[in-house]
């Protein structure tokens, strides 16, 4: 029974198969609070942390940045991914 950020404030959805709530940070009040609004996607990034391979975290549609056809990163790995896309244009135009 997850726990999620409407516009109304926090609210416990009781009820089961429902989505986890967005994972994402989000800038409230001055402080990064996560988002918890009910989460339509799952992050497709690459980690070491989880066992299948990708990041899976749960994003609200707000949060999820599509990549490709049903592939969505959340905004961490969005940062990394254009990070080592930057690193490697710096990297080839050194060569
Ligand atoms: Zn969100
Ligand atoms: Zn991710």
Redesign the pocket.
């Known amino acids: 029974m997850p726990f999620y950020r409407l516009k109304t404030g926090i609210v416990h959805v009781k009820g089961t198969r429902l989505p986890a709530p967005c994972n994402a940070r989000v800038l409230m009040d001055g402080q990064q609070q996560p988002c918890m609004a009910p989460s339509a996607f799952l992050?497709?990034?690459p980690?070491s942390a989880n066992r299948s391979g990708?990041?899976?975290?749960p994003l609200c549609e707000a949060h999820a940045r599509q990549t490709g056809p049903n592939r969505h990163?959340?905004p961490?790995?969005?940062l990394s991914q254009s990070k080592a896309a930057l690193q490697r244009s710096l990297f080839t135009s050194l060569v």
């Open positions: 992050c497709d990034g980690s990708t990041c899976d975290a990163l959340c961490a790995c969005h």
